[in-house]
């Protein structure tokens, strides 16, 4: 199981993913049927979740039903109790939406919740980053969940982030990190063989290496870096129950 999912997210355009894998996965978790853990995001519990990862494959880390992975609960459980997110309606854009949150924040947003790519065949708006096609102060919340790896230019992305956030508003930054984590995030692009690029940037298809230095990147942006490591805050056994992994710290920038 852990070679044919590596395999799939590894050679499989992710627009394709997007659009076939969702069935498929659904069968295959009658096989995992269990109430060791519970997904946050769709309820569902299991006896583990399915393991994911392109090269070094992570055990019990993909909802078979919703296919959340860690990050996604996480952000869950993190807007769940830090923000008003789930109780009021709100102007909401979406960068790459992600399957497991779609049909919920919709359901709670209505027309205010907005999903933009590039790309994506999930997004309702076709979208460059680096130019966000909505007027200043429009948005109270931004989702950009390991999106900026992949830009060109994420500070430019982040600036216009800023831009179309209201004053008051948050944005969500999730970025991934690869051992060693370098001081400074590393970028140079005439880097363009993509196994050269998976080998010093992690994957693919992205183009940087973030670094410690991660909140000063999002500083430049006129956004307010805030490092917020709740999961730390969690009890061990929701932790263990919603499948989290305690060195996840969720990067949010304030307007």
């Not at 230095?213 to 999961?231: C, H, M, N, W």
Request: hydrophobic fraction near 35%; charged fraction near 25%; proline fraction near 6%.
């Amino acid at each position: 199981m852990k070679k044919v999912i590596a395999f799939l997210i590894r050679y499989v355009p992710r627009t394709y993913l997007q659009r076939i894998s969702g069935l498929g996965l659904k069968v295959l978790g009658l096989f995992y049927s269990g109430r060791a853990v519970a997904c946050p995001v769709c309820e569902r519990q299991y006896r583990k979740f399915l393991p994911y990862g392109r090269i070094n494959t992570r055990e019990n880390a993909l909802c078979p039903n919703c296919l959340s992975l860690e990050r996604h609960r996480l952000i869950w459980v993190y807007l769940q109790q830090q923000t008003d997110f789930f109780k009021t309606k709100k102007k909401v854009l979406h960068i790459a939406p992600e399957a497991c949150y779609i049909p919920r924040f919709e359901k709670i947003h209505g027309d205010g919740y907005i999903t933009a790519d590039i790309e994506s065949p999930l997004a309702k708006v076709k979208m460059d980053i680096h130019q966000i096609p909505f007027e200043g102060n429009t948005f109270d919340v931004v989702l950009c969940n390991h999106v900026l790896e992949h830009v060109r230019d994420d500070i430019q992305a982040m600036r216009e982030i800023h831009r179309v956030l209201k004053p008051g508003g948050f944005a969500i930054l999730q970025i991934p990190f690869f051992n060693p984590v370098p001081d400074v995030t590393f970028e140079d692009s005439t880097i363009t063989d993509k196994r050269e690029r998976e080998k010093i940037f992690g994957q693919d298809d992205h183009v940087r290496k973030y670094g410690h230095d991660y909140p000063q990147r999002i500083a430049q942006s006129g956004l307010t870096p805030i490092e917020d490591k709740f999961v730390f805050t969690l009890p061990e056994d929701q932790v263990k129950k919603f499948g989290l992994v305690r060195s996840e710290v969720i990067y949010r920038g304030n307007k």
